[in-house]
C-alpha cells in the first residue's frame, strides 16, 4: 500500500484540526477535485486551484504538501498518504486505484459521494443520540441541584418536628447528606469509572467485548448491527466499484466498520476467501449479518455483479436506520419525560410528605 511505503521513511507531518478537516472540508475538497479534473484541468494546477481557495488554514498547508509532492514526481495516492489522519486507508487505497486505472475523476467523484453519504448517516446517528442525552444530563444535574441544595433547607425544618419522619423522606436526607459531604468522592468516583472505560476500551480485548454488547444490547444493538452492516455494504461496494481487488478490500473494510467484532469477522471472513471459499458462504454463518445480506450477495457472485448488489444493500440498509431512528426519536421522548417527572416527583412528594402528615396530625 502507498501510505505504508510512505510510513516508511520518517515521521509523518502532524495536522492541527485533522478530524474537523475530515467532517467538513474532505467530501467538498475530494467533490472539486473530481470536477476541475473532468474537466481538463491537470492535477497539479487543480491542487494550486484548491490550496488558494480553501479557506481552512489547517487545510491549506495540506493541500501545498501535496501538490509539492506530485510536482516532486510522487503519485496522487502517495502524495495523500503523508497524511493519514486525513487520508485513511480507504481512501487512498480508492485513488490509487483511479490512477492505475486512469479514471481518477470518475474515482474522486465516487469518493466524494461515499464521504457524503458516511457523513450523512453520522450526522443522522448523532442527532438521534444527542436529544436524550442533554436531556439525561440536564435531569442528573437538576436533580443534584435539588439534592444537594434545596433538600437541606428543608432538612433544618424538619428538624424541629421532633417526630419520626416518613421513610422517603429519611432516605432521601440521608442521601442528600452523604451527597453534599462525600460530593468529591463522587465526582472522583465517576471520573474513575469513565478514565478506566476509555483505557479498557483502547486494548484490543475491551474494544472487542464492549462492541459485542453494543451488537447485543436491546433495541439498540439492532440498530448498531444494522449501521456497520450498512458501512461494510456501502464500503465494500465502493472499493470494488474502484477497482481494488477484493482481498485488499475485505482487509480496509474489515478496519472500516465501526465495529471491532464485525471488523474481525471480515477479516477471518477473508482467509476463507482466500482458500477459494465465495465471500457469501464466508459470512453465512456469522449471526450477526442478516440473511438478505448473504443472498444479495451470494447472487452477485453467482451474476458477477457484486458492486451493484451490495449498492442496493447499502441503500436498504441507510433506509432501515432512518426509519429505526425517527421511531426511536419518537419512543424515547415521552419515556425521557416519564423518566425526569418521576425522579422531580419522587423529591417533591419526598420533601412534602412530613407537611401533609404534620397537617393531619394538626387537624386531629
Known sequence: MANKKFKAKGALPVVRGARKIRLKELSLFTRQVSAMLSAGMPLVQTLSAMEAQTSDKNFKPVIGGIRSRVEGGAMYSEALAFYPTIFDELYISMVCAGEVGGILPETCARVASFLESSNKMRSKVKSAMMYPSVVMIVAIALSTALIMFIVPVFAEMFSGFGADLPGLTQ????????????????????????FAFKKYYK???????????????????ELATKVSVSRFASTFAQLMHSGVQIMESLEIVGLATGNRVIGDSLLEARKHVEEGQPLSSALEPNKFYPRMLVHMLS?????????????????????????????????????LMVFIGGIIGTIVVAMFLPIFKMGEVVGM
Open 299 to 335: 447472487a452477485g457472485e453467482k451474476t458477477g455483479q457484486v458492486e451493484e448488489m451490495m449498492d442496493k444493500v447499502a441503500e436498504f440498509y441507510e433506509n432501515e436506520v432512518e426509519t429505526m431512528l425517527n421511531g426511536l426519536t419518537s419512543m424515547i421522548e415521552p419515556l
Open 203 to 221: 486494548t484490543d480485548k475491551g474494544q472487542y467485548n464492549i462492541d459485542l454488547m453494543k451488537l447485543k444490547f436491546p433495541i439498540l444493538g
Open 171 to 194: 432516605a432521601l436526607l440521608d442521601f442528600s447528606n452523604l451527597l453534599t459531604a462525600y460530593w468529591y468522592i463522587a465526582t472522583i468516583l465517576i471520573a474513575s469509572v469513565i
